[in-house]
């Protein structure tokens, strides 16, 4: 079995302060990753993926994020936070042959 | 433009009736995903679909069906029978299903369908 945890449910940062956003997964084995972003009253956007290969993964909108396999994390970062960046961010895991499964997701609130 | 299209954007059902919800591709997708969405508990999988002709239930089908006819469409059924159907309901779409690098999935605008 697969799942993904996003501890922090909201965050808060200040318009240009660095951001980092929690993922935790559970399997067996390396599972693939990805992040999406979700404006109020849309579709999800995919930020970045991670299947194989090098452990920091570029996305679009100025994201990365970095995959540990010591921690089972898949933190989102982001050096300096726009206004525009306000949303809700879902982790997401697949494991296998398995369907995706998908965080509850974490609020960002940007203030200016 | 490839994308996903939803509609309508709002929907609304009153008791006992079933209503349908769209979904369309252009993307040449062969999988296609119906999710629903509540608050603080993330995306829900109802049905997918790998191939014209063939769906599989997700988590949460109770209550919903799908047809899948057409490569491009899969529309969404809510019937009578779904208790509780007050939801944000998204489409996805990706290019196979089974090995990640083929399931990654990109989303509609979404349908929210309320009860009057």
């Known amino acids: 079995a697969q799942s993904v945890t996003q501890p922090d449910i909201h965050i808060t940062v200040s318009e240009g302060a660095s951001l980092e956003l929690r993922c935790n997964y559970s399997?067996?084995?390396?599972?693939?990753l990805f992040w999406y972003v979700q404006s109020p009253g849309q579709g999800l956007q995919l930020l970045l993926k991670?299947?194989?290969?090098?452990?920091l993964v570029q996305g679009i909108k100025g994201f990365e994020a970095e995959f540990k396999r010591s921690q089972s994390s898949f933190n989102l970062r982001k050096p300096s936070v726009h206004w525009s960046d306000a949303a809700e961010y879902f982790c997401?895991?697949?494991?296998?042959?398995?369907?995706?499964?998908f965080g509850i997701g974490t609020k960002l609130q940007v203030i200016p | 433009d490839g994308g996903i299209t939803q509609s309508p954007k709002y929907l609304f059902r009153k008791e006992g009736q079933n209503v349908t919800l769209s979904c369309e591709q252009n993307?040449?997708?062969?999988?296609m995903y119906w999710y629903r969405q509540d608050p603080g508990q993330g995306l829900r999988l109802i049905y997918y679909?790998?191939?014209?002709?063939?769906?599989q239930k997700g988590d949460i089908a109770e209550g919903y069906s799908v047809s899948r006819e057409k490569k491009e469409s899969f529309p969404l059924t809510v019937t009578s029978a779904q208790k509780n159907p007050t939801a944000f309901y998204l489409c996805?779409?990706?290019?196979?299903?089974?090995?990640?690098?083929?399931?990654?999935?990109?989303f509609g605008p979404g349908t929210r369908l309320l009860v009057l």
């Open positions: 996805a779409s990706s290019i196979g299903a089974g090995l990640a690098v083929q399931e990654t999935q990109y």
């Open positions: 679909s790998q191939i014209v002709n063939d769906f």
């Open positions: 991670y299947f194989s290969g090098d452990t």
């Open positions: 997401a895991v697949k494991g296998g042959y398995q369907k995706v499964t």
């Open positions: 993307l040449n997708h062969d999988a």
């Open positions: 399997y067996g084995a390396t599972p693939y």
